[in-house]
């Protein structure tokens, strides 16, 4: 199933990000646990992880890049 993943808020005065790297690239698999891409707060630096298994189909938004919370980061096609 195709999906689009956005940015979500961590805590609770987050109102944007930086993404700091992509780890994973279009094309390429994922698991359970598996880090997808890096996010760069005033607070934080942390991975984001995938919670199913799937393939990485599209980024939307190049590392460097700052986004609000709510913004679509890529799709994904998980596997359920």
């Known amino acids: 199933m195709k999906i689009t993943l956005k940015l979500a808020r961590i805590g609770m005065s987050m109102q944007e990000a930086t993404i700091a790297q992509w780890h994973k690239k279009p094309g390429e698999s994922f698991s359970v646990g598996d880090p997808l891409y890096a996010i ?13 298994d799937g393939t990485m189909m599209e980024i939307f938004v190049e590392e460097g890049e700052d986004v609000e919370v709510g913004t679509p980061l890529c799709s994904v096609d998980v596997t359920m």
């Open 40 to 52: 760069e707060t005033d607070k934080i630096t942390q991975d984001i992880e995938a919670t199913a």
